[in-house]
């Protein structure tokens, strides 16, 4: 079969679409494209995954598509499974999962590899591939080899695209059916399918780019882009929490230009996919081209020197304050109302607070105790004294001096407040300044700047608790 019958054939939907990684990218993209009348397999190798969504069941933050989910179980337009299916049609692999940062043994693009020899091991003449997982620059042009040695000849029976992911998980403004896209693509008949299938996505809002380095540049910047001014934001928290400003004042202020600003917040550090990751790939194409990304390099030192300025300010209050060293941490995930935990600060903050000895404990509304090896590998810490809470509540917190707030997710939001305000506990320290102040509390409150509202109150208070 020819890339020109297979074109013919998906504009009637006569095909197979095999999703590879059915996380927060590729398992939405399933459900679309299913609802969207295609016939998909959904792929993955956690097998507990796949049997949890052949019984219908849904993580929190898959609820969302719950209606769409079980119809298309239920007609067979979604077909959850551990391997990719042999079929008489054309088939489109589309890969998405996860690639992590590279630990010395593995590289990034291990589980790319992976999924792309698996699709090929089933695949014919006529079939396309698509990767959406977040690759260093050059990544694709080594899978048009792979594709190659196969005996494939691209552009004619065989076509390739990139199609970097974009989706910020419960953005209410920007979703999966309205994000513009940037794609490569091996030649126009692959394109013009792609544009077939990404109809149903968004519309078929599709950049094209020149070459398959550019795609892969264009992602690695975006994150790069954020990691770069979420480091300058937080490094001004640390300085108006020296000067006793408030940094949310700041940048709410500063927000106020209409022109050449663009708003960020500050709190614990970057983690999750994403961000972490894809800025050192460009870092590793500057050093092959002899040249430094000093942006980038600082940008990462500063994550990395925010768990340090967090743990040293709690440690330098508790001792003012004449408590011990005993802290709750609230919020593992790296964003709020979110289940994953890769990179998290909140891990971060924990493996640090128990390096210098704390008494320590955590929580978190989307923790589960059956995963707790897999946060390990996620969070690259090979051993921690770590405790978790199950509930958050008066009885929970006794015996704790501090809490930690690294993340503000929704189900505690009302919890915390209410800790605060009746005075459950001596300091809470607030990585995020989001808490409201609250005059009456006997409670420290500090963050970056917090303190500044009543500063001779919180002195005097301070040697009273």
């Not at 397999?41 to 796949?50: R, S």
């Not at 589309?94 to 590289?107: E, K, Q």
Request: with cysteine.
């Amino acid at each position: 079969m020819q890339l020109k019958e297979t074109l013919e054939k998906i504009i009637s939907k006569y095909c197979s679409i095999q999703v590879f990684g059915l996380g927060y990218v590729g398992f939405p993209l399933s459900i679309r494209l299913a609802k969207s009348g295609f016939k998909v397999i959904g792929i993955d190798t956690d097998l507990t995954k796949i049997e949890r969504l052949q019984k219908e069941s849904l993580s929190d933050t898959q609820l969302n598509l719950k209606s769409d989910f079980l119809k298309s179980l239920k007609n067979g337009n979604f077909v959850p499974s551990n391997i990719p299916v042999k079929t008489d049609l054309p088939r489109i692999g589309i890969i998405c999962v996860p690639t992590p940062i590279p630990d010395g043994n593995n590289d990034s693009e291990i589980h790319v590899i992976s999924a792309v020899k698996k699709f090929l091991d089933t695949s014919k003449r006529g079939d396309i591939l698509i990767l959406e997982s977040s690759v260093r620059g050059g990544t694709t042009e080594e899978l048009i080899k792979i594709i190659k040695s196969r005996g494939y000849t691209i552009g004619k029976d065989f076509g390739i695209c990139f199609c970097p992911e974009r989706i910020d998980p419960l953005n209410q403004k920007w979703k999966l059916e309205n994000i513009p896209r940037v794609i490569y693509a091996s030649d126009d008949l692959t394109y013009q399918i792609a544009q077939t299938i990404y109809e149903h996505v968004n519309n078929s809002t599709l950049f094209r780019a020149s070459s398959p380095k550019v795609a892969e540049i264009v992602k690695s910047f975006e994150n790069a882009f954020r990691l770069v001014n979420i480091s300058l934001v937080n490094e001004l928290a640390v300085l108006c929490d020296k000067l006793q400003i408030n940094v949310n004042e700041v940048i709410d202020a500063a927000a106020t230009k209409p022109f050449g600003f663009m708003q960020f917040k500050s709190g614990a550090g970057v983690g999750g996919h994403c961000i972490p990751k894809d800025p050192t790939f460009l870092l590793d194409l500057a050093r092959q081209k002899e040249m430094n990304f000093s942006s980038i390099q600082n940008s990462l030192a500063i994550n990395s020197m925010l768990t340090r300025y967090i743990v040293d300010s709690i440690e330098s209050t508790l001792h003012e304050m004449k408590l011990s060293k005993s802290v709750l941490v609230c919020g593992l995930a790296y964003k709020s109302d979110m289940d994953d935990m890769r990179d998290s600060p909140g891990f971060k903050i924990s493996n640090e607070l128990c390096k210098r000895g704390f008494v320590t404990a955590s929580y978190d509304t989307f923790y589960k105790h059956e995963l707790l090896e897999k946060y390990l590998i996620e969070n690259h810490i090979k051993k921690i004294d770590f405790k978790i809470i199950s509930e958050l509540n008066e009885n929970s917190i006794k015996g704790y001096d501090c809490i930690c707030l690294v993340q503000h997710h929704s189900k505690m939001k009302d919890t915390i407040e209410e800790i605060y305000k009746k005075s459950l506990i001596p300091l809470i320290y607030d990585c995020q300044s989001k808490l409201n102040y609250i005059s009456k509390s006997k409670t420290l409150l500090k963050g970056f700047g917090l303190v500044q509202k009543n500063r001779e109150y919180i002195l005097s208070r301070s040697i009273q608790i």
